[in-house]
T-cell receptor, first 110, second 113 residues
Framework: QKEVEQDPGPLSVPEGAIVSLNCTYSNSAFQYFMWYRQYSRKGPELLMYTYSSGNKEDGRFTAQVDKSSKYISLFIRDSQPSDSATYLC??????????FGTGTSLTVIP | DGGITQSPKYLFRKEGQNVTLSCEQN?????MYWYRQDPGQGLRLIYY???????QKGDIAEGYSVSREKKESFPLTVTSAQKNPTAFYLCASSISAQANIQYFGAGTRLSVL
């Protein structure tokens, strides 16, 4: 079983839609959860960073963590064509190990 | 501007050739990482370095080598022993090896001629 699982998509939505991106993980010791956004042929950029369970909101983006289900989500409200990218979830493990999801490709259609 | 600079953006390797990818950071971070990204496979760790003059193998180190002679620099050499080098290579850094956030460069796309 992989440490982190992420549906690769692709996901295609109309402009203005609410987008839900999800990851599951297997290690209950994970405490920190990150979402990166990666545009085509670019490096990942940190989008959201959360600790433990609960919600964190930043503009149109909300990160949600449910540790009891080992499930994290990223919601994008009022999606824009500029949100078209691949979204990666990530969790630091012990030592130097970081666990990344494979990424979900999102296209927002104008 | 603080950040991580990777060069070149595109690189082509001939059969039997070694090539070196550059990674420079001005964030004063102690830890640096190299990842390989292939479609559908996510990021795989090649090498990492916690401090200057120290580095460890990651999950897929075979066919690669690194050095860490300066805090700011962590070059990756793709040797001729790496038989399938075509991929997108990403360099990352974090303030320390125990830090919970990694920051990435823009990447280098390596192709084989």
């Amino acid at each position: 079983q992989k440490e982190v699982e992420q549906d690769p998509g692709p996901l295609s939505v109309p402009e203005g839609a609410i987008v839900s991106l999800n990851c599951t993980y297997s290690n209950s010791a994970f405490q920190y959860f990150m979402w990166y956004r990666q545009y085509s042929r670019k490096g990942p950029e940190l989008l959201m960073y959360t600790y433990s369970s609960g919600n964190k909101e930043d503009g149109r983006f909300t990160a949600q963590v449910d540790k009891s289900s080992k499930y994290i989500s990223l919601f994008i409200r009022d999606s824009q064509p500029s949100d078209s990218a691949t979204y990666l979830c990530a969790m630091p493990g012990t030592g130097n190990q970081f666990y990344f999801g494979t990424g979900t490709s999102l296209t927002v259609i104008p | 501007d603080g950040g991580i600079t990777q060069s070149p953006k595109y690189l082509f390797r001939k059969e039997g050739q070694n090539v070196t990818l550059s990674c420079e950071q001005n964030l004063n971070h102690d830890a640096m990482y190299w990842y390989r990204q292939d479609p559908g496979q996510g990021l795989r760790l090649i090498y990492y370095s916690q401090i200057v003059n120290d580095f460890q193998k990651g999950d897929i180190a075979e066919g690669y080598s690194v050095s860490r002679e300066k805090k700011e620099s962590f070059p990756l050499t793709v040797t001729s022993a790496q038989k399938n080098p075509t991929a997108f290579y990403l360099c990352a850094s974090s303030i320390s090896a125990q830090a919970n956030i990694q920051y990435f460069g823009a990447g280098t796309r390596l192709s084989v001629l």
